[in-house]
């Protein structure tokens, strides 16, 4: 049986600390929330590593002021979908996007894709 939850604080905590993150937080913290070998996909590119993530993240902070507002949150074992509105000062303005999150053992983030659902 598959166990789901749209309750945000029973989220693995480190999807929380992520989602928690601002456009101030440091890259580098952000990184730690993957382990060593993570995978990225956002916007069609990936990023592979701390080292690439930290870029990603920072890159992210640079482009676009945004807000973010939670639509759902779903949990099926090491799996946590969240979508999320967010508008800014990004091209279209408002655009909703799905975050998938895949935990490894250790309760790291192994892999991360963003998109726009279907």
Do not use: C
Request: hydrophobic share 40%.
């Amino acid at each position: 049986m598959t166990e789901r939850t749209t309750h945000p604080t029973a989220l693995p905590a480190v999807v929380t600390a992520f989602l928690d993150a601002e456009a101030s937080s440091s890259p580098r913290a952000i990184a730690e929330l993957f382990n060593e070998h993570a995978v990225v996909v956002d916007d069609g590119r990936r990023h592979h590593g701390r080292e690439e993530i930290a870029r990603w993240r920072s890159e992210v902070a640079q482009a676009f002021s945004y807000t973010k507002t939670m639509v759902s949150a779903e949990q099926a074992q090491d799996v946590v979908e969240i979508t999320e509105r967010v508008e800014g000062d990004f091209p279209g303005g408002r655009v909703d996007l799905r975050s998938s999150f895949v935990m490894d053992e250790a309760g790291l983030i192994a892999s991360l894709t963003i998109a726009v659902p279907e």
